[in-house]
T-cell receptor, first 118, second 114 residues
Framework: DAGVIQSPRHEVTEMGQEVTLRCKPI?????LFWYRQTMMRGLELLIY????????DSGMPEDRFSAKMPNASFSTLKIQPSEPRDSAVYFC????????????????FGPGTRLTVL | AQSVTQPDIHITVSEGASLELRCNYS??????LFWYVQSPGQGLQLLLK??????LVQGIKGFEAEFKRSQSSFNLRKPSVHWSDAAEYFC????????????FGQGTRLTINP
């Protein structure tokens, strides 16, 4: 398997522009997670989906952030309008429902998208 | 609420020396504990995890960790580090059944001296 795929790997944009980050989870995984990593706040869970349905979006910082999962193989995280404080590395991760003993519920992370908002 | 503390922001060790990275957690029930490693410009890779049973768990790349409930700790160890171990290490805690929500520590950056 190719693992979790994220695009783009790097994004530079100007304040006020719309930014869309993309994620393709591992085939067969039914959980998808979006995280944000910054120096100040570390790794934070923004939102996660189960079977394409958002389960917990309590980590989404503001209404400027939205996430969708239209099907089992694709998710987007959108920021509109973007601000300099949104600059961070955004990670997508996926896992499957399973018992801890089988290891099947381990979260697998993508390489991340480094976002810079000028 | 769950929380994870990694007291050491940055650690430097010499190649071949032993390593211990500290992790303390706060969780009201039986924790589900992880160590992940992040190399520069890369995503996070799972090193090992603990969910029950033997409190000493073995992971990839020669790492091990020991769960100590009395100390609320899950320290990561390696007997002899290699230059390729230079990376950032994250401890995380999640729910026992299904790790849907992981809470991560701030990370420890490991530098290896030749």
């Amino acid at each position: 398997d190719a693992g979790v795929i994220q695009s783009p790997r790097h994004e530079v944009t100007e304040m006020g522009q719309e930014v869309t980050l993309r994620c393709k989870p591992i085939s067969g995984h039914d959980y998808l997670f979006w995280y944000r990593q910054t120096m100040m706040r570390g790794l934070e869970l923004l939102i996660y989906f189960n079977n394409n349905v958002p389960i917990d979006d309590s980590g989404m910082p503001e209404d400027r952030f939205s996430a969708k999962m239209p099907n089992a193989s694709f998710s987007t995280l959108k920021i509109q309008p973007s601000e300099p404080r949104d600059s961070a590395v955004y990670f997508c991760a996926s896992s499957s429902l399973g018992l801890a003993e089988t290891g099947s519920d381990t979260q697998y992370f993508g390489p991340g998208t480094r976002l810079t908002v000028l | 609420a769950q929380s994870v503390t990694q007291p050491d922001i940055h650690i430097t060790v010499s190649e071949g020396a032993s390593l211990e990275l500290r992790c303390n957690y706060s969780y009201g029930a039986t924790p589900y504990l992880f160590w992940y490693v992040q190399s520069p410009g890369q995503g996070l890779q799972l090193l090992l995890k603990y969910f029950s049973g033997d409190t000493l768990v073995q992971g990839i790349k020669g790492f091990e960790a020991e769960f100590k409930r009395s100390q609320s700790s899950f320290n990561l160890r390696k007997p002899s580090v290699h230059w390729s171990d230079a990376a950032e290490y994250f401890c995380a805690v999640g729910h026992l059944q299904g790790a849907q929500k992981l809470v991560f520590g701030q990370g420890t950056r490991l530098t290896i001296n030749p």
